[in-house]
């Protein structure tokens, strides 16, 4: 429903800012990219990331923000825009595919430490039948 609103709505709301139609029309095409591809990696990646800074891995919630923000997202814009050629499409396709990565990495993060550490239910299990 949410991407629905936002697709029925972005004309309206990017007219707030400037009545150009060309200013509308790219505004349409970057907010129509990334709104309908990135919004789930996002989510993954901030969720996770703060996990990882509630279980004591605040480095690794920094880095793979940086990896995504700083290194992908800088580093695609750049390849796809001016390395390539593909102008502002390449930069829209940078900011939709960037999180990706480090979600992926987050991912793998939860899930070596749910290998190794183990959740907090386990925990009190074993404290309850150590008890």
Same mark, same amino acid.
């Given at each position: 429903?949410? /991407? ?13 800012? *400037? ?14 990219? #990334? #709104? !309908? ?5 996002? #989510? ?5 990331? *703060? ?5 004591? *891995? ?9 990896? &995504? !923000? ?6 695609? !814009?750049? /390849? ?11 930069? #829209?396709?940078?900011?939709?595919? *960037?999180?990706?990565?480090? !979600? ?5 993060? /939860? ?10 239910? &386990? &925990? ?8």
């Amino acid at each position: 429903m949410l /991407l629905a609103g936002i697709h029925l709505f972005i004309r309206p709301f990017l007219g707030f800012f *400037s009545p150009d139609p060309e200013v509308l029309d790219r505004g349409m095409l970057y907010l129509g990219i #990334c #709104c !309908s591809v990135n919004f789930v990696p996002y #989510c993954v990646m901030y969720i996770l990331d *703060s996990f990882a800074v509630g279980v004591g *891995s605040p480095i690794f919630a920094m880095a793979n923000s940086l990896l &995504q !923000s700083v290194v992908i997202r800088l580093g695609l !814009s750049f /390849l796809l825009t001016m390395g390539l050629g593909y102008g502002f499409i390449g930069l #829209c396709i940078a900011e939709a595919v *960037s999180p990706l990565p480090s !979600s992926l990495l987050a991912l793998l993060y /939860l899930r070596r430490f749910k290998k190794h550490e183990g959740f907090v239910t &386990q &925990q009190k299990n074993t404290a309850r039948n150590t008890g």
